[in-house]
């Protein structure tokens, strides 16, 4: 039973707060992805929990043992770094070699857990290369031959794929998914791409200026975000967010392009509260566009298009307010085009402006 | 002038100048290089001859027959080697401390090794004698090892902390994950890859313990078989009067493998003079 817990973590640089009483748990066998802009504390809490930082307060416990005060070295983790950090005076093996001669491993038995790492990975044939003769792709294969070479407690992974191209980064997202669930082990992996943590994460851990936002599957980040910033971080195309307010004389939802008839999970969260300047948030894809006009359809003229293969993506204007919609590809409207939009009430998202919670 | 002219014009003034520094650089060595040349007792003879009327070799016979040159130079040899790899080992680990560990004051301590190299070495002649004598290592290689390899440090230290820091972090880092503690990371991650700079600094500290002369000439305290070069090559005199062309022979014998080590390993000397300009 070897999952992670960080129990009020709280890490100062000096007047920096880049951690702010985190408490969480990595569940065994999982693979957590911890997602965020720049600076929101993801790869310092890694770094916490890897032992290269020490927290200002709290405590990291990895499996039943508390190892808040241990060195990095006892931790029994493995990281797998966004630069490689191969050792450039090494070969491949070597490299991959490295963590087991710190422990004394005898050498028959290096050899043989190298050479199955290697061919588990693909990387057989390069074990005699120094880095500086691998290829991008392979370097990150090394770097995680030798984390999984030692069967650590914790994969420790710090933005693995951020330095590979596109497609490449694609294919190594399944690869290293697959991998993980072979092994088993409890992984935490840190990214700011949106999309990577939610295909690849297990749990999904939203961070934002020190502090956690939004833990979950990512259905349920998605569908279901806690507040303003997780909607409008996940998904892509972004989500549309409309300032509005609740006219509760009406039962509508009232923003500056369009009335709104508001449903009932709505009218209800809305009687338990005296929030005042709302935000309406709806997703592109949950705008249906249509070229005839049907009851409660808002009419909206075409800004932008950009066309993105299976679909489009519109820009609509609708009285100085624009809403991106995924409409299908066969629909290529021109410019300054009048159409009309919908969506469904199931798909609406409500946010308070002063808290950023989620009311529906 | 147009700019072809003004070119030209530049670059015969560069040469000029260049040609004016090297030769107030170079002119003490000239000097003694045709002093060596002279027969003896025609030094002094006025007007100044630029090129000796009758060029002899009888003085660097002399020296290397007669006068003991190579005990001497096996001295120097010693001295300088082991001030380079052990005076390396002291200033490596300093410097990777500064570097790559993390203390309060880290920056602040490199500072206070500097002010080491700041004192005059005439300043602590007579406490380091002392002390030497009080370690009983007077008149012995040692003798001029240790404190030669502490004059070195403040320059090894800076010049290895500066090299040391633009190796990546991450390897530290990937190092400690994997198991190691940091004298280790020092001997198998650092030092592996920092040839270059150790060279560099190894040379400096080589070269400047070649010509040192005032702690060497105070405890060898005139025994022969310790002198290192610039000591014995002092003593290239009869009693009551400098042979000059002896002494001038001997200064050129001593550079040469002082020229010889620039030479080869050019590249690792340029690059220790310009190591100290990185700020870390």
């Known amino acids: 039973m070897t999952g992670v817990y960080v129990e009020n973590l709280r890490k100062e640089f000096g007047d920096v707060v880049a951690l702010d009483d985190v408490t969480l748990t990595f569940p065994d066998t999982e693979l957590t992805v911890l997602v965020g802009p720049s600076g929101c504390g993801k790869t310092t809490l890694l770094r916490i929990i890897a032992g290269l930082e020490q927290a200002t307060q709290g405590s990291v416990c990895i499996g039943e043992k508390d190892v808040s005060e241990a060195p990095p070295w006892g931790r029994n983790t493995a990281m797998v770094f966004q630069s490689y950090a191969l050792y450039p005076h090494m070969t491949v093996f070597r490299n991959i070699a490295f963590p087991l001669e710190a422990r004394k491993v005898s050498r028959a038995e290096i050899r043989e857990r190298v050479e199955r790492t290697a061919e588990l990975l693909g990387i057989a044939s390069l074990l005699q290369r120094k880095p500086r003769a691998l290829s991008g792709g392979q370097m990150q294969r090394v770097a995680i031959g030798r984390a999984i070479v030692r069967n650590p407690k914790v994969f420790l992974m710090d933005e693995p794929l951020s330095n590979l191209d596109a497609k490449l980064r694609v294919s190594m997202r399944a690869e290293l998914k697959r991998l993980q669930k072979e092994l088993g082990v409890t992984t935490i992996y840190v990214t700011h791409d949106q999309e990577e943590a939610m295909t690849i994460a297990d749990q999904l851990v939203v961070m934002r200026g020190g502090r956690i936002q939004q833990i979950g599957r990512a259905e349920d980040v998605y569908f279901h975000p806690n507040n303003k910033y997780v909607a409008g971080f996940i998904g892509s195309p972004a989500i549309n967010f409309l300032p509005c307010t609740y006219e509760r004389a009406d039962g509508e939802l009232a923003a500056e392009c369009f009335n709104y008839p508001a449903p009932k999970r709505v009218r209800q969260a809305m009687a338990e509260t005296s929030a005042e300047r709302l935000t309406l948030g709806i997703r592109p894809e949950d705008i249906k566009v249509e070229e005839d006009p049907s009851p409660g359809a808002i009419p909206v003229s075409v800004y932008m298009t950009e066309p993105m293969g299976k679909e489009i993506l519109l820009t609509l204007e609708a009285q100085d307010t624009l809403i991106k919609a995924l409409a299908p590809a066969r629909l290529h409207p021109d410019l300054d085009e009048q159409l009309w939009m919908r969506f469904g009430e199931e798909c609406i998202h409500l946010f308070d402006d002063e808290t950023g919670d989620a009311l529906v | ?280």
Do not use: C, H
């Not at chain 2, 014009?9 to 003490?28: C, D, E, K, Q």
């Not at chain 2, 000439?217 to 005139?222: D, L």
């Open chain 2, 1 to 280: 002038m147009n700019y072809q002219q003004r070119r030209r014009v530049s670059g015969a003034l560069s040469l000029m100048a260049t040609g004016l520094i090297a030769v107030f650089s170079l002119s003490p060595i000239y000097w003694i290089f045709i002093t060596s040349l002279k027969p003896r007792g025609t030094e002094y003879l006025l007007p100044i001859e630029l090129w000796p009327s009758s060029p002899t070799l009888a003085a660097y016979r002399t020296v290397l027959t007669e006068l003991g040159f190579v005990v001497p130079l096996r001295n120097s040899f010693i001295v300088s080697s082991a001030v380079a790899v052990f005076g390396l080992l002291i200033s490596a680990l300093s410097a990777y401390a500064v570097a790559r560990l993390r203390f309060k004051y880290r920056v602040e301590s490199l500072l206070l090794l500097q002010l080491g190299a700041m004192i005059p070495p005439v300043v602590t002649i007579a406490p380091t004698f002392m002390i030497i004598k009080t370690m009983g290592l007077l008149r012995t290689l040692p003798a001029m090892i240790i404190p030669n390899m502490f004059y070195n440090t403040p320059l090894s230290t800076w010049l290895l902390a500066s090299y040391f820091s633009e190796l990546p972090f991450e390897l530290d880092d990937a190092a400690k994950i994997d198991g190691y503690k940091p004298l280790q990371i020092f001997w198998k991650v650092i030092l592996p890859l920092s040839a270059p700079g150790l060279f560099s600094a190894g040379i400096f500290a080589f070269l400047g313990s070649w010509g040192e002369f005032m702690l060497a000439s105070a405890v060898t305290m005139g025994i022969p078989d310790v002198q290192t070069l610039p000591v014995a090559i002092q003593n290239f005199s009869l009693e009551f009067r400098y042979q000059w062309t002896w002494i001038s022979a001997g200064i050129i014998l001593s550079l040469i493998p002082v020229i010889l080590i620039v030479i080869i390993f050019q590249r690792w000397v340029i690059k220790g003079l310009t190591a100290g300009a990185v700020k870390f």
